[in-house]
């Protein structure tokens, strides 16, 4: 069999010199330090922040529509649509389809009368 007790005293000793060099605290003033440096940035206002978030998004939702476009062209290419109905994959809609009951949210199937 092989003998792990040395490995483990090592991992023991390396550990102890590891915590022993870790800071335990931050100096002193060093959340005042921090709060000057985000004051001189300016970098906490909404509409920076909204830009930020923006420019990291945007291009990942524009992908992520162009590829759900291109599903839903190619599985009704072989149709009557026309390629921009195709690719929103809308539902057709006529005047009775609108006026249905079930096609209302939270609508009964129950026909409703006209008074």
């Not at 004051?39 to 990291?56: C, F, H, I, M, T």
């Not at 990942?60 to 072989?78: C, F, K, P, Q």
Request: charged share 20%; proline share 5%; aromatic share 6%.
């Amino acid at each position: 069999m092989i003998d792990h007790d040395d490995r483990a005293s090592s991992d023991d000793a390396l550990e102890s010199l590891i915590r022993g060099a870790a800071p335990t605290s931050f100096s002193p003033g060093f959340s005042n330090r921090v709060d000057a440096r985000i004051r001189a940035d300016g970098s906490l206002s909404l509409s920076d922040a909204l830009e930020r978030q923006v420019r990291r998004v945007l291009p990942l939702v524009a992908a992520a529509s162009l590829v759900l476009a291109a599903y839903n062209w190619w599985n009704a290419r072989g149709s009557s649509t026309s390629a921009l109905d195709a690719a929103l994959n809308l539902p057709r809609v006529t005047l009775s389809a609108a006026y249905e009951p079930s096609s209302l949210y939270g609508g009964a199937n129950s026909s409703v009368g006209t008074p």
